[in-house]
């Protein structure tokens, strides 16, 4: 082997590798939809107090916050199967990789968005809830008309953050084998000896992707303001 | 795999702890360093130098869009692309095997950090007044005496709180390291997993070993916020 760096391998292995965006894309967007739900749901069980959940909640928390993203993903892994065959009597070593990784990244990025949900709805203060109240709504309406869209405006920068961060992670899941972008440029590289090219390509995808993330949340966060604004003077009206 | 063996995890954990000084390094030194650069980088912004600003984004935006994982693997195998031709060329004086993982680690979760640290450091110097730096400039400090009595103090006290969250990030970022064959602790008790295939129970002492570090690590921030505030309060019982 005397070639070391070849920069015409740059293009066909661009086109090779590009073909695991949309895995990439799919798990994000799942993963994104799921870990929200889930944040939602521990944030309002942390902050009403519920007995058993917010224990449960609290652990995992401290969980994600204390251990690498890598042993949680393996944990996971390895753990889901033996957990759900002690449970359910249920064989899962045959389900897709894929299933593993959205468990352990949804695990992961929901206590960062319960927090950033929790925050939010802490900062809006109990006035709201009340005048929502007094309006003669159920508590559950004014959650859902009132407080939730307030909430969300506040904590949409944390989340878009956080959604950058998830992209930058997912670069992990190669290692159960997914083949999304890195996942290819791994059996690509070690197929072909050429494993420097391939991760460069691989690094071009990943930063792209989050540049075209990145500028859709500005864009999303100005609708964002046009809306509140407008949600503003209508209500003064 | 298939049973559950808790018993192995003390083993597990065990095996790791022998390999307790490479994680350590991995986890502390690349923070320590970045903290380094950071600060001056910060300093320059607060002085409003151009270039070093522009650095500063660069580094910040680098940290935030390109895996650390990737450019771990694009430093590892970029050293080995440019050493192999050489060591082609010059077989006495430089061999391919002579390359060394750590290094290399150290140096790509340095580069990942430092982002995240210049933004904690440039931060807090937001929160400085400029006329804290004029004063000491008028009251005959040179401009090196100016930051290192009045600034840097100040600068430490405002990123504590983000400092130990940076510090705790990178003590979890540590862990990628084993992706290029670093034996650091979860290499380490990996290893040993091929005698019972008892990889869940490694993976769990790995991450309570993990745990308990991060756990220490913000102990310990909290212990100096405590110590600064205590400083603080005494000042003020002087005047």
Not at chain 1, 125 to 132: I, P, S, V
Not at chain 1, 184 to 206: D, N, P, Q, S
């Amino acid at each position: 082997m005397t070639n070391f760096f070849d920069v015409s391998l740059l293009w066909p292995y661009f086109r090779q590798i590009v073909k695991g965006l949309p895995v990439n894309i799919g798990l994000f967007l799942i993963i994104t939809l799921l870990a929200l739900i889930l944040g939602l749901i521990s944030g309002m069980a942390r902050l009403k107090h519920v007995p058993v959940l917010k224990q449960i909640f609290g652990f995992f928390i401290h969980y994600t916050r204390g251990t690498p993203m890598v042993i949680q993903l393996f944990i996971i892994y390895y753990g889901l199967p033996i957990l759900v065959k002690g449970l359910f009597g249920i064989n899962i070593n045959t389900w897709n990789p894929l299933i593993y990784v959205v468990v352990a990244y949804v695990l992961n990025s929901s206590t960062f968005y319960s927090d950033a949900i929790r925050t939010s709805i802490v900062s809006l203060g109990k006035n709201q809830f009340e005048a929502g109240l007094m309006c003669g709504l159920t508590s559950l309406q004014t959650y859902r008309r009132i407080i939730l869209p307030q909430a969300f405006f506040i904590a949409y920068p944390t989340i878009s953050i956080n959604a950058c961060v998830l992209i930058c992670d997912m670069s992990l899941a190669y290692l159960v084998g997914v083949s999304d972008v890195v996942g290819i440029a791994t059996t690509l590289g070690k197929r072909t000896y050429h494993l420097l090219e391939a991760f460069i390509v691989a690094m071009i995808i990943i930063v792209l992707l989050n540049f075209a993330l990145h500028l859709g949340s500005r864009l999303f966060e100005k609708r964002l303001e046009i809306s509140s604004v407008r949600g503003k003077s209508n209500g003064n009206i | 795999m298939g049973t559950f063996k808790p018993e192995y995890i003390i083993v597990h954990i065990l095996n790791g702890l022998k390999y307790w000084h490479v994680t350590f390094a991995l986890a502390f030194i690349p923070c320590t360093l970045a903290v380094l650069i950071g600060l001056s980088i910060a300093i320059g912004r607060f002085f409003g130098h151009k270039g070093v600003s522009m650095l500063g984004s660069f580094f910040m935006m680098t940290s935030k869009s390109v895996p650390s994982i990737l450019l771990m693997f694009v430093l590892y195998y970029g050293v080995f692309a440019i050493v192999r031709p050489l060591a082609q060329h010059f077989p006495d004086v430089i061999s391919a095997k002579s390359i060394k993982a750590f290094p290399i680690a150290l140096f790509s979760l340095t580069i990942t950090n430092l982002g995240f640290v210049t933004e904690t450091m440039t931060s807090a110097t937001r929160s400085l007044n400029k006329g804290q730096l004029e004063a000491a400039l008028m009251s005959g400090m040179t401009n090196f005496q100016a930051i290192h009595r009045i600034l840097l103090p100040q600068i430490m006290k405002e990123a504590l709180p983000n400092l130990c969250n940076n510090y705790t990030a990178s003590v979890k970022l540590s862990a990628i390291a084993f992706t290029i064959s670093v034996v650091d602790m979860l290499n380490g008790a990996l290893i040993e997993t091929y005698k019972n295939l008892s990889y869940l129970e490694c993976y769990l002492g790995i991450a309570i070993l993990y745990w308990c570090l991060v756990f220490c690590v913000e102990r310990l921030f909290h212990f100096f916020e405590h110590l600064t505030n205590k400083q603080e309060r005494k000042v003020i019982l002087y005047d």
